[in-house]
Structure formats: C-alpha cells, structure tokens
C-alpha cells in the first residue's frame, strides 16, 4: 500500500469522518436512525481465498434506531475503476459474515447484521464498473432466479456536488471539496477554512494531524509548483510562503516574464489573504496562520 493510501485510511479511522459520511452522503433516513455515539471500527484481519490478511480494511459498525440491528460499513478505496470490484464486494461481505460467526459475535441461528459496502472512488477516469454483481452475470432465463444481486454504494469524489455539505462543515465533504481544487489558489485557500474549523475544535487535534499528513504527502505532491501546508503554522509556515513566491518568480524569469508572472502570482497570494480576512480573520490571526509579518499582509491586502 502507498504511504498516501495509508494517510487516506487513518483520515477514516476516525468517527466524526465516518459518521459525516453517512450524514452526507447515504440516504437521510438511515442516517437519522443512526446512533454515532456507538460507532466502533471493528478488526479487518479476516482472511481471503487467496490467505493474505486484510489488516488495512476500513470497517465499523453502529447501531440502528431502537433495535439491536448492526449495521457494518465497509469502505474500499479505489484510486482506478476496478472491474472485479462487484466479486470483490460479495466476497467481503461473505467472509466479514463467516468471520463474525466464527470468532461468536454473532449466533448464524439468528439474523445476520446488514452490511453497507461503499466505495469511495478518487480516479480522474469515470467509474465505469457495474454497481451489481447481477449486472454483470450472463445467465440464462431459467437461472435468473438464482443470480445473486450484491450492490455497493459508488462515492465518485471528484465529481460530487459538495459545496452545500462544506459549508455546514461535514469533514468527509471538506476532503472530497480538497480533492476536487482546481489549482494551488483554490486549495490553499479551502485548506486555511478547514484549519481554522478544526483548530477551534480539541477534539479535532489527532484528526487534524492526519489532515495535515494528507495534504503534504499527497495534494501538495500533486501540484506543478511547491505550495504550502495550511495546517503547519509558524515559522516553518513563513519559510515555505518565501519559497512558494519564490519558485513563482523563479517561474517567470525563465519564461522571460518575471515581473508580470511575479505580479500575477503573488496578486494571487493577496486574493487568498483577502479571502480570509473577509471570512472573519483579523490581520493578527491570519500572521499567525501564515508566519508572513503582519506588515506584508496589510500591504498585499
């Protein structure tokens, strides 16, 4: 598994992330009937056909209204379409039953606990898998009756509307919202909003981290010119706002524009300090987030 993939996993180990999921994007009434207190990540290390352990699965369970249902949400992560992803769901789904029967968590006499299969997808190429198994067997009509029908929730991040559920602060719609930036402008400015949030919140400290992990390995990695982390303040903060302006210059000097290409980047660096002072951030605040002088941001305002 890539480093990126693992940050990606620890951001979901989390239950507020895992609980905005369902409160953003599974169906309202299952998740008006669903207790968050209780959520729980469960133990993945079931084995598959071919015996490799499964240790990084994503699962958790929480309960459902007033009945002593489970309900298990198994995330899969996909960066590609996979197109044995309808098998792969229905296997899952069999050895999280097996296993839970086996290791006595649940008595097979007595109903099995509903399992939520969602993948959340990240590829810049459309999902072109079918969404269930049935869709994808080729079956005479006298079979029919026995085709198995294992459907799995598809979340296409990048192309998602979630602008509505950033706003009213859902964590899982603010990491699909820093996927879907479109350039280095648009992503430093969204991630200074979410540092903002969750610094006011304690018990966002770990989660907060974990963003931070994210954004520095995998988002910033991903942009043509170095950028910096949103949720590393101070001097470190300071340093790489110097050199971000900096490759910015050095960009333009080597296409023989460097005053007007210097100009335009660092006026798109004034646009992000506007924007936070127009979110409600003093000019002392917004120092504190960037480590640029107080001085320099009122001028670049």
């Not at 133990?43 to 249902?69: A, C, M, Q």
């Not at 097979?108 to 939520?116: D, Q």
């Not at 907060?208 to 910033?220: Q, V, W």
Request: aromatic fraction near 8%; proline fraction near 7%.
């Amino acid at each position: 598994m890539k480093d990126s993939d693992h940050q990606y996993k620890r951001i979901f180990s989390h239950p507020r992330m895992v609980a905005d999921l369902i409160r953003g994007f599974l169906d309202p009434a299952l998740a008006d009937g669903c207790d968050f207190s209780t959520l729980k990540r469960c133990n993945g290390s079931y084995i598959t056909d071919d015996l490799r352990e499964r240790e990084d699965d994503i699962i958790w369970k929480v309960t459902y209204g007033e009945r002593t249902l489970i309900l298990y949400i198994l995330i899969e992560f996909q960066s590609k379409p996979d197109y044995a992803m309808p098998v792969r769901i229905m296997t899952y789904m069999g050895l999280l039953w097996q296993d839970l029967i086996r290791t006595k968590v649940i008595n097979p006499i007595k109903p099995l606990p509903a399992i939520m299969p969602i993948v959340l997808y990240n590829g810049k190429q459309p999902w072109s898998v079918p969404e269930d198994i049935k869709k994808t067997i080729n079956a005479p009509e006298p079979l029919h009756t026995f085709v198995p029908s294992v459907p799995y929730l598809l979340i296409d991040e990048l192309r998602l509307s979630v602008h509505h559920l950033v706003e009213v602060r859902n964590l899982s719609a603010c990491l699909f919202r820093l996927e879907q930036s479109a350039g280095p402008l648009e992503l430093i400015e969204l991630g200074f909003r979410l540092n903002q949030w969750m610094e006011k919140d304690p018990g966002l400290a770990e989660m907060r981290r974990d963003f931070s992990l994210f954004f520095e390995n995998t988002l910033m990695r991903d942009q043509d010119i170095p950028i910096p982390n949103p949720f590393v303040g101070g001097t470190m903060l300071a340093e790489k706002v110097d050199k971000w302006i900096a490759a910015y210059k050095a960009e333009g000097k080597a296409e023989g524009k460097a005053e007007g290409k210097a100009e335009g980047r660092i006026e798109g660096m004034a646009i992000i300090l506007e924007r936070m002072k127009k979110a409600g951030m003093s000019v002392a605040e917004i120092a504190k987030i960037t480590g640029m002088p107080e001085e320099e941001i009122r001028s670049l305002i």
